[in-house]
């Protein structure tokens, strides 16, 4: 019966990635009490401190650990205290008779307060300056001329930093499906640029995670993982790995970066406030370990990367609230109290045109039915009226597909698809609704998004081929842009006022 059943999603939501109780092997974890007590240790812990996890556990970390290191451990804790952050060590000499190691410490959320130290043996270069590379970083960032080119230029600059064969900027959109918009490869792997890949790729819980943790590294996808002992006692919650630097990831996962030959994956969070913006997403063909160095100058690339995009989309944002403004302006000023009422809704409806490219524009007021250019007929219209007025009059309406809101619509794509309404009062539902005609369009997907997920006997399954699969869309318009809307939105406050003297002039002439 599985096999027929569509795969349940959520599964994948529910993964507790932050809860795996696994490393990844090429560094070692101890998590201790405030005091010192040592609470868990990873397996591998005897290849570092010659001594296995089962004698580690519950021994203080100041016989372990030598006593300078653990002392700058301890006062770089300090300034931990209350956060989920990570500091970092380079080139400590964690441990007598061994090479020097560079450290990630942080606080574990749990019961009891502890925190987490993990070590991997130091790769620092000696004369390595994170400052100056960020610097320079940015400031070839800075001379692209525009978004697109500024995404390709961060690709570029983080391939440089990390070495990695593909180096993508990967935006989602609305739906949580992504495409790569930016993209810097070398010739051992095929280009992803411009692929779509459904929203399915990344759950839920890992993207809530990428939030707080902005980078993550899988060096070896095909490398044994390594258990954190003591396993939980029943009913205990394993230790939380939220802010770990070596945390393995869930076996899905990896199935789905060997689907893809890839052998190493890093990835950095680009954040738009609180938001996940997109991924920095990188892939090697072979297992890949950069430096902790060269990864915390790629993450603190990946903050002022982020501070960028948005910095350069309210510039964008601003201009274009001029530019409504302008409008509202024009409109309110030409308005005139002889004219005739019909008249001034019109003029306003050719500003709206000029702001907001469309096929047709219809008028929809207790008073007036006009309607210019390509327009639904009106038995539809007045279906389409009839739904606007189910939804909130305060705001504007947009969709690209009509017919997903009232089915018949889906009649008339060829003229009317989609539409942006604007009301134009606030209780008599009146309507100023632009409409674009229908636009097939080709997405290309890395891989059939209708079967981006199997369902196997044990589990689910990411697909196995990533080929190209081009998707025909059908039935719907261009998308009315985040400016269009901002326009639109302006212009409802206007419409508002102009329906009010409108109304006042009509119940002059009544009188
Ligand atoms: C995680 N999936 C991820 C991550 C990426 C992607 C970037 C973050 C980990 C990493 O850096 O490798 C997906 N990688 C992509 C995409 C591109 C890319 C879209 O390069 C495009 C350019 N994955 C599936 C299915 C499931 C799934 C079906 O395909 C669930 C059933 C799960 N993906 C999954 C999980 C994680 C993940 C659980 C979290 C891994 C972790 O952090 O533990």
Redesign the pocket.
């Known amino acids: 019966i599985a096999a027929d059943m569509p795969p349940d999603?959520t599964?994948?939501d529910r993964?507790p990635?932050h809860q795996l109780g696994r490393i990844q092997p090429w560094g070692f974890l101890l998590s201790a009490t405030t005091d010192g007590t040592i609470r868990h240790a990873s397996a591998n812990i005897s290849e570092h401190l010659g001594l296995p996890a089962e004698a580690v556990i519950g021994r203080r970390l100041d016989l372990l650990l030598e006593r300078k290191s653990l002392h700058d451990i301890r006062s770089r804790l300090q300034g931990l205290r209350g956060q989920q952050q990570i500091d970092r060590l380079f080139a400590l000499p964690l441990v007598a008779g061994q090479p020097p190691y560079d450290v990630a410490i942080h606080f574990a959320p749990g019961e009891v307060p502890h925190f987490v130290v993990e070590a991997e043996p130091s790769a620092a270069e000696p004369h390595f300056d994170a400052v100056g590379m960020v610097k320079g970083m940015m400031s070839r960032l800075l001379r692209a001329r525009d978004l697109a080119g500024m995404h390709d230029r961060a690709a570029r600059q983080v391939r440089a930093v990390l070495g990695f064969d593909r180096v993508?900027i990967?935006r989602f959109h609305p739906d949580q499906s992504?495409e790569?918009v930016g993209e810097a490869a070398s010739d051992r792997v095929d280009s992803?640029r411009g692929?779509r890949?459904p929203a399915?790729?990344?759950?839920q819980q890992?993207r809530a995670?990428?939030c707080r943790n902005w980078l993550?590294l899988?060096a070896d996808v095909g490398a044994d993982t390594v258990p954190i002992l003591p396993e939980p006692a029943p009913g205990e919650a394993p230790i939380d790995l939220s802010s770990s630097v070596l945390?393995s990831?869930?076996p899905?996962?990896l199935e789905?970066?060997r689907n893809m030959g890839v052998g190493a994956?890093?990835?950095i969070s680009i954040m738009r406030g609180e938001a996940l913006w997109g991924?920095i997403?990188c892939?090697h063909a072979s297992p890949l370990l950069p430096s902790f160095q060269r990864r915390s100058a790629a993450e603190l690339f990946g903050h002022l990367y982020s501070l960028q995009i948005e910095s350069l989309e309210r510039a964008e944002a601003t201009r274009q609230e001029q530019e409504a403004q302008a409008a509202r302006d024009r409109v309110l000023a030409s308005l005139s109290e002889e004219e005739a009422p019909i008249r001034s809704l019109r003029r306003m409806a050719e500003e709206v045109r000029q702001l907001i490219p469309c096929d047709g524009i219809a008028i929809r007021t207790a008073e007036f039915k006009d309607a210019s250019g390509m327009t639904p007929d009106a038995a539809t219209l007045d279906g389409i009226v009839a739904t606007l007025d189910r939804s909130d009059a305060s705001r504007i309406f947009a969709t690209e597909e009509i017919a997903r809101h009232y089915p018949p619509a889906a009649a008339q794509v060829a003229t009317a698809a989609g539409m942006l309404a604007i009301p134009a009062s606030r209780t008599a539902r009146d309507y100023l609704i632009l409409f674009r005609r229908e636009l097939v369009r080709t997405v290309a997907w890395?891989g059939n998004p209708e079967k981006?997920?199997e369902q196997g006997n044990d589990r689910?399954h990411?697909?196995r081929s990533f080929e190209t699969w081009q998707q025909t869309v059908h039935g719907q318009s261009s998308p009315w842009l985040e400016s269009e809307r901002r326009v639109a939105e302006a212009l409802r406050v206007t419409l508002l006022e102009v329906m009010l003297r409108l109304s006042v002039g009509l119940a002059d002439e009544r009188r």
């Not at 399915?200 to 759950?203: H, L």
């Open positions: 999603l599964s994948c993964e990635i993508m990967y992504g790569v992803f692929l890949f399915s790729d990344i759950p890992a995670l990428y993550r899988i945390r990831v869930s899905i996962h789905y970066l994956s890093l990835s991924l997403a892939h890395a981006a997920v689910l990411p697909r």
